[in-house]
């Protein structure tokens, strides 16, 4: 296991948990949520002989409290953290790499403070904005924030999982082995856990009506690298993607696994991130 400093940043109205290991430029690696920066841990320490590699909990998940009232996030709001973060760790721009919701916070980044992104890797980032049937989607995700107020945060969570893989009526899904996992990762999964009234009752359907300035991603002078899951089924994060990567000219990059690829298959997810960096 590789060194880890924790640290917190005062930022307005939240304060940000951020984990920083090893040496090298500056890699800032952003969870989409619910998760949080435990995610990209395997990630992380598999990119840390290389970078200088920051993890952190966005604001209002898990480790990063918010310091006033709870209120809708957004994009905006999250890459304006990102933004205060990189500035007060280095005085040169860093990489970034974002996945799911958290490449919505690089591309936004990428559009509002390009000064401070050498290049940004956005994997899967779930923008049904860009679909052709995007008001199928709005409706669906409605209909996934219906489901946590009526029927509670883990009845959400089985359909919203379900309709990012593009069945929203698919059975839920297979629980894992709990007795199998190590205590780190139990710890990271009830925290993701108590993150899920906060996320669908203020992040869903806010960050969810994102959409990246195309022209402005285009014309600015961040490299953008969009990554897809080789085995990712053909739901919003998978086809968002591919939209994008046409949109900006790019050849989608293949990383193993599905949309969490870059946490279960970390070493050779690694190695393609450094690749594309280098």
């Known amino acids: 296991m590789n060194n880890i400093e924790t640290k917190i940043l005062e930022v307005p109205g939240a304060q940000l948990h951020y984990e920083v290991r090893g040496t090298g430029p500056l890699l ?15 990630l992380a320490d598999g990119l840390s002989d290389r970078y200088t590699v920051v993890t952190y909990d966005q604001r209002g998940l898990s480790r990063s409290p918010l310091t006033g009232p709870a209120g809708d996030q957004t994009v905006a709001a999250f890459s304006q953290d990102a933004h205060r973060l990189i500035a007060a760790l280095s005085d040169e721009p860093a990489y970034v790499l974002g996945t799911s919701g958290g490449a919505l916070t690089g591309l936004d980044l990428a559009t509002r403070h390009p000064e401070h992104i050498r290049a940004l890797i956005a994997h899967e980032p779930p923008i049904p904005e860009l679909l052709p049937d995007a008001a199928h989607w709005c409706r669906t995700f409605h209909e996934v924030h219906n489901t946590y107020r009526n029927q509670g945060p883990e009845a959400a969570m089985q359909r919203f999982v379900a309709t990012i893989d593009g069945d929203a009526d698919a059975p839920p899904p297979k629980m894992p082995d709990f007795s199998q996992m190590p205590p780190e990762t139990l710890e990271m999964m009830g925290r993701i856990q108590g993150n899920l009234d906060y996320f669908f009752d203020h992040v869903l359907l806010p960050v969810l009506r994102f959409e990246p300035d195309i022209a402005a991603l285009r014309a600015g002078p961040v490299r953008i690298a969009v990554g897809i899951g080789a085995a990712s ?11 994008l990567a046409e949109r900006l000219d790019a050849k989608p990059i293949e990383f193993p696994g599905d949309h969490q690829g870059l946490a279960i298959e970390a070493i050779t997810s690694a190695d393609i991130v450094h690749a594309i960096l280098a």
């Open 233 to 243: 089924p053909a739901g919003v994060p998978l086809n968002s993607a591919l939209v």
């Open 28 to 42: 800032l690696m952003i969870p989409g949520a619910p998760a949080d920066a435990g995610t990209l841990a395997g």
